[in-house]
């Protein structure tokens, strides 16, 4: 079955870096886009990034230039990498997959941002 289990979260200063990490399980991972999104307290889940089968990226205006979406299809892990942080990158951070008509979530991994 698919398993999406995420990983590297934790507190940091403003300014500070982080590397969220995404491990895929179940499926055929190197032919499916893969996406990272975030929810902070009292607020909707947002998409941050996403990266296609083909290695394409896109990003939220409100992380573009600090956050770096990538894989590595070997290993079947997606990562973010997130540069200098801000108190409102404070979240918990999902990965998500859609895989035909349905859609798969990890657990998430708390990033705090806080001085």
């Known amino acids: 079955q698919v398993q999406l289990v995420e990983s590297g979260g934790g507190l940091v200063e403003p300014g500070g870096s982080l590397r969220l990490s995404c491990a895929a399980s179940g499926f055929s991972f190197s032919n499916y886009a893969m996406s990272w999104y975030r929810q902070a307290p009292g607020k909707e889940r947002e998409l941050v990034a996403t990266i296609g089968s083909d290695t394409s990226t896109a990003y939220a205006d409100s992380v573009k230039g600090r956050f770096t979406i990538s894989r590595d299809n070997g290993k079947k892990m997606v990562y973010l990498q997130m540069n200098n942080l801000k108190p409102e990158d404070t979240a918990v951070y999902f990965c998500?997959?859609?895989?035909?008509?349905?859609?798969?979530w990890g657990q998430g991994t708390q990033v705090s941002v806080s001085s």
């Open positions: 998500k997959l859609v895989r035909f008509t349905t859609v798969y």
